[in-house]
């Protein structure tokens, strides 16, 4: 599976955007750009995932560069209750084991 | 709603005891997984399992077994407890061509 590289930290005021940045340069041609969070004390829970598309949810939007090679998570209206940490994984399959690295650490400031 | 859920939030055991950690998922999932997050390092699978009495190694296998003798249970078994498995547990199920993995809340283990 590709391996990706986000920044450690990010602080977002509360009501703005957040936009999260993920680097997967080796990303190949069937492997999926997949989104979770892992809010404090928590299990991680799925935000969003796509391929070649941008994707848009009730919780967040996924645009992907035409190349493939990096993608930005973005959370339109940033709450307290988005402080989290944020994982970006590049996987075949959502049903196979997650390879989760250090993410990003979100802090959104009132 | 999917429910995955784990015996317990926080368990403290001594070292060489046997302990076992339950998952359950309510939503007929065919895989499930066990995943171990420790500061720094992140998660890491331990064991996964696609059917019922299957089981595959992950990249943490050793110290830990596992049993899946029912579609809705996965079981984590540590034989003999020791200090370097103190860390949180967490448990995902998902079933087959699902994107998504729904995770339980997690079990903190401490082995003293």
């Known amino acids: 599976d590709a391996k990706t590289t986000q920044p450690p930290s990010m602080d977002c005021a509360e009501g703005r955007a957040a936009n999260l940045p993920c680097n997967h340069s080796t990303i190949s041609g069937n492997e999926y750009v997949y989104w979770y969070r892992q809010i404090h004390s928590q299990g991680p829970q799925y935000i969003i995932h796509g391929l070649k598309n941008n994707e848009t949810n009730e919780m967040a939007s996924l645009i992907i560069t035409e190349d493939r090679k990096s993608s930005t998570l973005i959370l339109p209206h940033a709450t307290l209750r988005d402080t989290a940490v944020y994982y970006c994984i590049v996987i075949h399959s959502g049903n196979t084991p997650l390879v989760f690295g250090k993410g990003t650490r979100l802090s959104v400031i009132a | 709603d999917v429910k995955v859920t784990q015996s317990s939030r926080y368990l403290v055991k001594r070292t060489g005891e046997k302990v076992f950690l339950e998952c359950v998922q309510d939503?007929?999932?065919?895989?499930m997984f066990w995943y171990r997050q420790d500061p720094g390092l992140g998660l890491r699978l331990i064991y996964f399992?696609?059917?019922?009495?299957?089981?595959e190694k992950g990249d943490i296998p050793e110290g830990y077994s596992v049993s899946r003798e029912k579609k809705e249970r996965f079981s984590l078994i540590l034989e003999s407890a020791s200090t370097n498995q103190t860390s949180m547990y967490l448990c995902a199920s998902t079933a087959a061509g699902q994107y998504e993995q729904y995770f339980g809340p997690g079990t903190r283990l401490t082995v003293t």
């Open positions: 939503m007929d999932h065919e895989n």
């Open positions: 399992s696609y059917d019922v009495k299957m089981k």
